[in-house]
Each structure stands twice: as structure tokens, then as C-alpha cells.
């Protein structure tokens, strides 16, 4: 296995804070339980620790209560890491107190300073290419600066529309491997994943759309049965985790880690 938009050794996570229960949310269904948020996240953090990835899990920090979010924060590619600026204001200290985090991994860590802003969960990197979504929380502006720092290392940035009413662009789509993406309809219907191979989440299952291709695992949450199905029956390797809680402040999959292999 040598894809690179799916092969990591390593992962790095954050604990979720006992203020995440203040955490952003489009529709407040009830605050989160810290115990099973917790429950929930050592059983992703082992979920990757079992594909022999060494997974860092950073401490809680309670200034930001969507700080477990924690891909928004950064893009961790092989070449560097790109630190981001979410366009969520209670969220845009977070990005520059994971920065010496990722010292640890990186010799070359380069930041958007904006004006624009960008979060982590609008992006999805794909084997040829990195596909960014503008949204509430990204911009052009963001995207451009980006594109500008990324392409010293040779990739290319596509912009493309995340759907309205959708937090982040990877909230309706996902990596499952070099060629395949997972999709909601609406999402796929703006044409953004021409020359991909698509495969669509079921109706009434548009909510696991944001799982993470990590190694051997497709790692997704727990109860959508019919998009389970589909997924295990198309040969990939599904490992289901609970994300009741994250999912009440619209997180899923992706954005409990940053994945990566440093050169
Ligand atoms: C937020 O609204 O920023 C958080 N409550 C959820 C962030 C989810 N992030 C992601 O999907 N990448």
C-alpha cells in the first residue's frame, strides 16, 4: 500500500475539553455527555493506534471548546504543515496553539495569515490533487493563500462549492482510495468529482459522509447500516465507532484528527 492520500504513520488528536459542551453548533439538540465523548474518542484514537500508526493525543484545552475539532486547525501534508485560520471567530486562537504541537513532526510549518480564512474540514486531499470548498468558514482569499503556499511542494488546489446548509465541504464527501470518493447526492450533483469514481452514502445516511480512509480502515460512525452494507460489500475494511456526541456539534470522523507521514 503507497497511496499517500491514505497511507499515515502518524495521527495526532486532541482531548476533548469539559467546555466542548460550549462547542459551535447549526442546531443546539442538547449538550453533549463528556463521558461518552470520551468513550467515543479512545475508541478512535485505538481505532488508529490498530493500523500500527503512532497517534499523538494532545492535552484538552478548555480556552476553545471546539479545539477536539482539531483538523480545522492545520493541513498536514508530507512535504509541511500548513497552519490554518478558521473563519469561525471563537475558533481562530486554536490554530496557533496547535502550531508547537507540530514542530514535532515537521521541519517546515508555514501559516495563512490572511485576510482570508480557511479551516481544515473544507479540505480533502486526494491523490492527484487538493480539492477546497468555500464555505461559511472559507474563503477565496483563504483558498488563494493555500494554493500560494502548497504549490512549493507541487500540488494543485481545486476550489469547489461546499453545498449551503453544510458546515464544511467534508461533511458530505470522503476519501475511501486513490480513485473513490464518498459522497452525498447533493453534494456530487455540482459535478465536483468528475474523472472520481463516486460512491453515494444511502438515503437517509447523508450524516456518515465525513468518515477518514486511514491505512487498511475506513473508519465511519456507528449506526447508518445501509451505507455500512454498501462500503463492506464493495471490500473495504469498515470500522464503526460511535459519534453521537461529536455529531451534536455537527463533527464527525475527520475532524478528530490531523493524519499524516512526515518525510
Ligand atoms: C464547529 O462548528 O466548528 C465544530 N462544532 C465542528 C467542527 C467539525 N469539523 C470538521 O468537520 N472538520
Known sequence: MSAKSYTFSHAVCRTPSRSVIDGLRAVDVGAPSLELFQRHHDDYVAA????????????????????????DAALCLQEGAVVMRPGAPTRLGEAAALAPS???????????????????????TTEREILVGTSA????????????LVSRWGYEVRVVNTPPGVLHFKTDCSLLDEETILSTKRLSASGCFEGYKVVHTEEGEEACANLIRFNELVVMPDGFPKT??????????????GNS?????????S?????????
Open 48 to 71: 488508529l493506534r490498530s493500523t500500527g500508526a503512532e497517534v499523538t493525543v494532545l492535552d484538552a484545552v478548555e480556552a476553545f471548546p471546539d479545539s477536539v475539532f482539531i483538523e
Open 228 to 241: 455500512t452494507e454498501k462500503l463492506t460489500s464493495l471490500g473495504y475494511n469498515v470500522k464503526l465507532v
Open 102 to 124: 507540530l514542530g514535532n513532526f515537521y521541519e517546515e510549518i508555514v501559516t495563512i495569515d490572511g485576510p482570508g480564512f480557511i479551516e481544515g474540514g473544507d479540505i480533502l
Open 137 to 148: 468558514r472559507t474563503d477565496e482569499a483563504g483558498i488563494e493563500e493555500l494554493r500560494r
Open 255 to 263: 475532524c478528530l484528527s490531523l493524519r499524516f507521514s512526515p518525510k
Open 245 to 253: 456526541e461529536a455529531a451534536k456539534l455537527d463533527g464527525g470522523m
